[in-house]
């Protein structure tokens, strides 16, 4: 299993390392900012937190389980009583993220979509998809201007990360484009979110986000993947008695735990060496080493345990590198997550609720030098 392990995270790593923050022609941002995060960096991680779970989704659920176990992942899913496509994952996901108002939005475009509600809706959405056609390995950006708000885009290229993938989109009837291969580019996912504008001592704009909201916008993509990945895939085939999840998934071929969906991806994000970090823990872990690590993440537990409507936060330094971390809570969102930590051996609790707050997810996210 590590040797397989190791073997997805370079891949990966490839993938995410190449999608380099330089910018296009089209864009007019600075990237150097005093006050934050500037807006390729906060798109990069975002973009790289989207990619990670759909790794572990494409490879680790659709591509291996049809191998092991012949479990389809199909259009009609819920009829079929099979897992959703790569794509449906991703369209449930950001659904989900749009719904809860945080600011970000993103989405999957291309130039020969099966639905046409993916089509690209502007001419520099269209542009972006030509661009990153020819170019996969850097993003294309801009921003739009409103009377009330400036929107970062960046649309990165959508490489096909699973066989399934391919064998969908040539095969589909309302496919226009049937020659899809391995990791060819077949469209583009779309970041959406405000940044705020900033004049330097020469009176030259730049620009930032917050790094609270930026860590918003991945906290909310990690919560709303797990909470899709938890109820329209474990709940659902465990409840139909399709197949299960279990703690050994790798060798039992069945289906990961939704923390260890988690906790997967997360090492792909700590194996591309961005900064950025995030981990589960908790005040009762059943794996020791998924405790607070000090006084900061100990605290922040207990906070968020009390009152889980905001995430605990500092900033602070390693070395001179300046870094912001939040401890966001994680919430029993399926009755699986209350089952396994209630029946675990190695739990030292065992009377968890739904809803109930079972830890947290600490993030760490570098910032630009002032």
């Known amino acids: 299993m590590r040797t397989r392990v190791r073997i997805l995270s370079f891949i990966f790593l490839i993938v995410l390392a190449l999608s380099t923050v330089a910018l296009t022609q089209s864009s007019a941002v600075v990237l150097k900012t005093p006050l934050g995060i500037s807006p390729e960096k906060a798109a990069y991680y975002i973009h790289a937190v989207i990619e990670a779970d759909r790794t572990i989704y494409s490879q680790y659920l659709v591509d291996r389980l049809k191998e092991t176990v012949n479990l389809n992942a199909t259009e009609n899913w819920k009829k079929d009583k099979t897992l959703p496509l790569p794509a449906q994952f991703l369209l449930m996901s950001s659904e989900r993220v749009r ?29 972006g998809l030509q661009e990153v056609i020819k170019n996969p390995d850097k993003p294309y950006t801009w921003i739009r201007k409103t009377d009330n708000e400036l929107t970062y885009n960046a649309v990165y290229a959508d490489k096909a990360v699973a066989k399934r993938c391919v064998s969908c989109h040539n095969n589909h009837p309302k ?16 970041l ?13 704009p730049t620009y930032h986000v917050p790094p609270e909201v930026v860590t918003d916008y991945i906290h909310a993509i990690l919560e709303a993947d797990r909470i899709v990945y938890a109820r329209h895939v474990v709940n659902r085939l465990q409840k139909e008695n399709v197949i299960y999840s279990s703690e050994n998934w790798w060798e039992e071929n069945t289906l990961l735990l939704p923390a260890q969906f988690m906790l997967n991806a997360s090492d792909l994000i700590r194996n591309l060496r961005l900064g950025l970090d995030y981990r589960l823990i908790s ?10 690590a000090d006084k900061f993440e100990r605290a922040g537990l ?12 500092r900033t602070t330094y390693v070395g001179d590198q300046k870094f912001f971390q939040a401890v966001y809570p994680d919430l029993a969102v399926t009755p699986s997550c209350v089952e396994c930590h209630n029946a675990h051996p190695g739990s030292p609790k065992h009377d968890f609720k739904l809803y109930d707050v079972m830890g947290g997810i600490v993030m760490s996210i570098p910032l630009d030098h002032d």
Not at 283 to 292: F, R, T
Not at 304 to 313: D, E, F, N
């Open 283 to 292: 005040l009762w872990p059943i794996n020791p080493q998924n405790g607070a």
């Open 175 to 190: 496919s226009s484009k049937r020659d899809f291969k391995l990791n060819d580019v077949m469209g583009g996912i779309l």
């Open 302 to 313: 207990e906070s968020v345990a009390s009152y889980p409507l905001r995430p605990y936060i």
């Open 192 to 204: 959406a979110f405000p940044i705020n504008q900033t004049l330097d001592e020469d009176n030259n």
């Open 99 to 127: 719904s809860k108002n945080v600011g970000l939005d993103f989405r999957l475009m291309s130039l020969w979509p099966i639905n046409k509600t993916h089509e690209a809706r502007t001419e520099n959405e269209k542009k």
